[in-house]
């Protein structure tokens, strides 16, 4: 059962001093499946040049990629990526993953605070993997999967691999 999700809980609490919403606890919840079928994108190089795909992904929250693999454990997120030139599959050699964070120190409102919290509170993460694939002039599709992740975006070059 996938979609958006919200209820009250009335905390039976009569004061005429509070609004109705002050005396419930609010849930919201969003319910989601990966999807199975792959995300595709056609475009067309004019050059020989290599093609250089990037795909990246954005955690804001508690913690690094958790929350997506139903349970505590932390599980990195991956990509399942088919390049096509006309209806030939290419090679996509996986060249560079780079793993970024944004670290503040303390000041975070999004973030839980507990007995164990640090001065450092990491509220984002960005993982990305580069591949290259030598190029040709026509027309591409690529496709995408992701796994371990409710996003991702992507960028599409050909080009110096630099």
Same mark, same amino acid.
């Given at each position: 059962?996938?979609?958006?999700?919200?209820?009250?809980?009335?905390?039976?609490?009569?004061?005429?001093?509070?609004?109705?919403?002050?005396?419930?606890?609010?849930?919201?919840?969003?319910?989601?499946?990966?999807?199975?079928?792959?995300?595709?994108?056609?475009?067309?190089?004019?050059?020989?040049?290599?093609?250089?795909?990037?795909? @990246?992904? !954005?955690?804001?929250?508690?913690?690094?990629?958790?929350?997506?693999?139903?349970? %505590? &454990?932390? =599980? *990195?997120? +991956?990509?399942?990526?088919?390049?096509?030139?006309?209806?030939?599959?290419?090679?996509?050699?996986?060249?560079?993953?780079?793993?970024?964070? @944004?670290? !503040?120190?303390?000041?975070?409102?999004?973030?839980?605070?507990?007995?164990?919290? %640090? &001065?450092? =509170? *990491?509220? +984002?993460?960005?993982?990305?993997?580069?591949?290259?694939?030598?190029?040709?002039?026509?027309?591409?599709?690529?496709?995408?999967?992701?796994?371990?992740?409710?996003?991702?975006?992507?960028?599409?070059?050909?080009?110096?691999?630099?």
């Amino acid at each position: 059962m996938q979609g958006s999700y919200s209820t009250a809980i009335d905390l039976g609490i009569e004061d005429p001093a509070l609004d109705e919403w002050e005396n419930q606890v609010q849930f919201y919840l969003n319910v989601w499946e990966q999807p199975s079928e792959p995300f595709v994108t056609e475009f067309v190089s004019f050059s020989e040049a290599p093609i250089r795909v990037e795909v @990246s992904m !954005n955690q804001y929250g508690y913690s690094n990629y958790a929350g997506y693999s139903g349970g %505590s &454990a932390k =599980q *990195q997120p +991956s990509f399942d990526i088919v390049l096509k030139n006309g209806d030939e599959e290419v090679e996509l050699k996986l060249v560079k993953a780079i793993s970024k964070g @944004s670290v !503040n120190f303390g000041n975070n409102d999004m973030i839980l605070y507990s007995a164990e919290s %640090s &001065a450092y =509170q *990491q509220y +984002s993460t960005t993982y990305t993997e580069v591949y290259e694939a030598t190029g040709a002039m026509g027309e591409w599709e690529l496709s995408i999967i992701s796994a371990n992740t409710d996003n991702f975006e992507y960028s599409i070059a050909a080009g110096d691999s630099e």
